[in-house]
C-alpha cells in the first residue's frame, strides 16, 4: 500500500505522516517502511550539526505502523494512544536511513488495542516497545482533550475483560460475577465515576489476591549466621 493510499485510512498528513508504504503478511504481521528525509523538520534543531531522529518520533513511526495493523477499522476513527510501555533505544536513526518497521497485534479488549512494535535500519536493532491505544469517532466526544462517558465506559469494560486474563483466582465464578455487575453499575455513570470504579476494583483485587495471601503467610525470623 502506497503513501497516498495510506491516506484513506490514517489521519495523519505531512509532515507527521511517517509511513512511506506497508505490506500486511498472512500472518497478520504489518511490515512498514519510512525513509528518514534530510528536510524533516524534527532533526532541524535536534542537533545542529549532528541530526539525529528523536526518540519520540521513532516512537511515532512504529505507532502509526501499528494503527494499520487494523485497518479495516480506521476509517471514520482516530487512533489516541493509550500507553507506551517497554521501550528501548538500541541505535540512532538519521536522516537518509531506512526505517523498517514490524508490528504485531498482542491483544484486543473492545476499542483498546496491544500492539509490540520494532524499528530497524540495515538490519540493526534501533527502537522497540510495547504500544496500546483507543479507536475513537473523528467528530464524536471520544478524545483526551473532551473525553466523554462512552470512552471512559468501553475503556472500563475492557478494563474488566482485560483483567480476567491477567490474575490467578481461587474463584472464577464470583469474580465474573462481581465484575459482570460493576459492568452493569457502570453503565449511565459520569466519566470520572467509571474511572473511580476502575481503580477501586483495581485495589480491591490487588489486595485480596495479592497482598492478603503474602500478609498471611507466617512471619520469617532472621539469626544471624
Known amino acids: ?14 509532515p507527521m505522516l511517517l ?8 500472518a ?6 519510512y525513509r528518514i528525509r534530510d528536510d524533516e523538520f524534527f532533526c532541524h534543531g535536534h542537533f545542529p550539526g549532528n541530526p539525529i531522529v528523536p526518540g519520540v518520533i521513532q516512537c511515532e513511526i512504529m505507532a502509526q505502523s501499528c494503527a494499520l495493523l487494523v485497518l479495516e477499522d480506521l476509517k471514520g476513527r482516530t487512533t489516541l494512544y493509550t500507553g507506551i510501555d517497554n521501550v528501548r533505544f538500541k541505535h540512532v536513526v538519521k536522516p537518509g536511513d531506512l526505517c523498517e518497521i514490524t508490528a504485531r497485534l498482542k491483544s484486543r479488549r473492545g476499542p483498546i488495542v496491544f500492539c509490540e512494535a520494532e524499528l530497524t535500519v540495515d538490519g540493526a ?4 516497545g510495547d504500544l496500546s491505544f483507543a479507536l475513537v469517532e473523528k467528530n464524536g466526544r471520544d478524545s483526551y482533550s473532551s473525553p466523554g462517558r462512552s470512552f471512559y465506559l468501553r475503556f472500563f469494560l475492557a478494563f474488566l475483560a482485560d483483567f480476567t486474563d491477567c ?3 481461587s474463584s472464577t465464578m464470583d469474580l465474573f460475577a462481581a465484575m459482570k455487575s460493576r459492568a452493569a453499575a457502570a453503565r449511565g455513570k459520569s466519566a470520572v465515576t467509571l474511572k473511580t470504579m476502575a481503580f477501586r476494583l483495581m485495589k480491591k483485587s490487588m489486595a485480596s489476591h495479592i497482598w492478603n495471601p503474602i500478609a498471611s503467610r507466617p512471619a520469617m525470623t532472621l539469626t544471624r549466621a
Not at 28 to 33: D, L
Open 28 to 33: 497478520g504481521v504489518c511490515h512498514a517502511e
Open 125 to 128: 536493532l534501533c527502537c522497540k
Open 1 to 14: 500500500m502506497t503513501r497516498e493510499e495510506l491516506k484513506e485510512y490514517l489521519p495523519h498528513r505531512e
Open 167 to 169: 490474575i490467578v483466582i
Open 19 to 26: 509511513i512511506d508504504e506497508i505490506n500486511i503478511d498472512e
